[in-house]
C-alpha cells in the first residue's frame, strides 16, 4: 500500500526503505509519489492489471501502449485535503480528480491504500476516471450514460488479491446507501435518458448505483444471456438507447423487477489469475534533489493557474531554480511557471537553458513553443513569429512523433494568424484527436474545422462525445448543434461565428461520488 505505516516498527527499517520522491513509468502510466520503492512499484503494477483486465474483459486492444506523452500521469499528494486544495473543491467530497489532455492527461489523489480488504474512495475514484479514460482511449462508439457511469462503477469495484489475482465485479459498496436510500432512478430512467432528464430531480438521486446495478446484472445474468451483446450490437447500429434496449430486453417493466430482485440477492464476481493479465515492466527512478524540491510547483501548474495564481508561484518557482541551476526538469518546471505568469521571454529562457542540458526534456519544448506562441499573437511579422512557434513544436515532433501537442499547434499557428489552415494542417488536427480521442476539447476544435469545411457528417461524428458527455458543460448546446448538423443542411459564417464563441467543453469529473 501507499500509505505509509508509522510505528516504532518503521524505525527499525533501512534508510534505502524510507520514503522519498520516486517516478513509476509503465506502459499506461507514469506515477511521482512521496513513498517507498516497493510502495510505487506495487501501486504502478496494480494500476496496469487493470488495465489489463479491463481490456480482456471488454475486448479491447489498442495497436500499442500510448506515446509517452499520452500515458495518464498520476500524482500522489499527502492528503484528502490537499487534494481538496488543488481542485478548489469546498464540499468536502472531492477524493482525487482526473483531467483529460492530450499530452499530459492527469489524476491528482491522496496516499492510496489498496491492498486491503476493501479500496479507499481514493483508489476508487482513480479507478473510476481511468476507466472513462480507457473506454475513450479504445472505442469510437458513443456509449449512453448509463453505460459509462456504470461500467465505470463495476471496474472501480476491483479487488487486488496479494497472489496477483484481480477480481472485477464485487459490490459497490459505496453506492449501499445510494441505492437504498436516495431518489429512486429506474431500469427505463436509465434506458431512456431523454425521459430521465425531463423528470430529473434537483439533487443526489440513485443514477450512478442503478447504473452499476444494471451493467452488473447484465453482465452476469445467465436467464438473460446474449441480450447485453444485443444491446451493444444495436447500439452500433445506430439505434438509440431506449430503441436498443426494447428490442434486447422485451418489457422494461419485467426487467426493472428483476434487476431489483437481483439487488438483493448474492452477487456474482469474476477473478482473474495472473496468468490472464500480461505483466507491466515498471522502471523506477528516485527524482533529483532539485526534481523533488519543485514537484509541488509542478503539480500546482499542471492543475492549472490563474495568472494571479500563478504570478503568486512563480517566485517560489524562480528561488528553486536559482539552488538548482544544473537541473533541466527544475528549469523546465520554471519554464511552464513563466509561461502561466505571462512572462514569454523568461519562459523561453528558462526553457532553452533546460534543452540545452538534455535536449530530450519534452515539456521544456511544449513550453517554448507556447511561450512563441504568446509573442506571436502580438508580433507585427505574425507570419514568421508564428513559423518559429511552429519549429519549436516541430522539435519535439521529432523526439516523440505521435505526441499529440505539436499537430494541434500545428493546426493553430495557421488559424491563430488568420490564414485558412490547408490540408496538411487539417489531417495534423485529425490525427491529434485520433492519438487523444478523450480530449473533449480539442475534438470540439476538430468538429469547427469539420464544420467550415461542410463535411457535417464526420463532425456529427466527432460532436456526440460531447453532447452526450455526462461531465460537460455544454451538452445542450452541442446537442443543438449535433441535431442541426444530422439534418445536413448549411451552416453559414454567422451561425459558425456564433458556435465558435460558445464556450468549450470541459472533460473533469472532479469526484467519484457525483
Known sequence: MLRLLLSLALLTLPAAAHAKW????????????????????????????FHGAMALMLERSQDGPPSPSNRVTVYVVKSDREVRKLAGDKTGFTYAFYQPRAGGSYAIVPTIS??????????????????HHFQLSTS?????RWFV?????????????????????????HRAAELFHAPDVSVSDLLDPDT??????????????????????????????????EYIR??????????????????LAVLEKDVERYKLGKLTALRLNPGLLKPSSVTLRELSAGEAAIMPVRIR??????????????????????????????????????????NSDAAITAADAALALDPRQVNAHIQKGLALFEKAETAQDKAKAYRDARAAFLKLNQIENDHPLPLMYFYMSYLNQGTAPGENAVNALERASELAPFDLGLRYTLV???????????????????????????????????????????????????????????????????
Open 22 to 49: 520516486m517516478e513509476a513509468s509503465s506502459p499506461h502510466f507514469v506515477i511521482y509519489a512521496d513513498d517507498t520503492p516497493t510502495d510505487i512499484q506495487r501501486f504502478s503494477q496494480q494500476l496496469e492489471r
Open 114 to 131: 489498496s491492498d486491503g480488504d476493501s479500496l479507499s474512495f481514493s483508489m476508487i475514484a482513480l479507478l473510476h476516471e481511468y476507466a
Open 140 to 144: 469510437r462508439e458513443n456509449w449512453p
Open 149 to 173: 457511469e456504470g461500467s465505470a462503477e463495476f471496474f472501480a469495484s476491483a479487488k487486488f488479491e496479494k497472489d496477483g489475482n484481480l477480481t472485477l465485479g464485487l459490490a459497490a459498496q
Open 196 to 229: 430521465y432528464e425531463k423528470r430529473r430531480r434537483k439533487g443526489f438521486d440513485a443514477y450512478y448505483g442503478k447504473a452499476w446495478l444494471l451493467y452488473h446484472y447484465l453482465t452476469f445474468s445467465q436467464s438473460r444471456k446474449g441480450q447485453f451483446p
Open 234 to 251: 444495436l447500439l452500433r447500429s445506430g439505434k438509440s438507447s431506449i430503441e436498443a434496449a426494447r428490442a434486447a430486453f422485451g418489457d
Open 301 to 342: 501548474s499542471r492543475r492549472g493557474v490563474t495568472r494571479e495564481e500563478a504570478i503568486e508561484l512563480v517566485p517560489e518557482a524562480r528561488a528553486i531554480a536559482a539552488r538548482f541551476p544544473g537541473d533541466a526538469a527544475v528549469l523546465t518546471a520554471l519554464a511552464e511557471a513563466e509561461v502561466d505568469s505571462g
Open 448 to 514: 469547427m474545422q469539420q464544420i467550415r469545411d461542410k463535411r457535417y457528417e464526420d463532425a456529427a461524428f466527432n460532436l456526440a462525445p460531447i453532447a452526450y458527455n455526462p461531465h460537460g458543460s455544454s451538452t445542450e448546446k452541442a446537442r443543438k448543434l449535433l441535431d442541426r448538423l444530422k439534418e445536413n443542411k448549411e451552416i453559414t459564417p454567422v451561425e459558425l461565428e456564433a458556435l465558435m464563441a460558445a464556450e468549450e467543453p470541459e472533460g473533469e469529473e472532479p469526484s467519484a461520488n457525483r
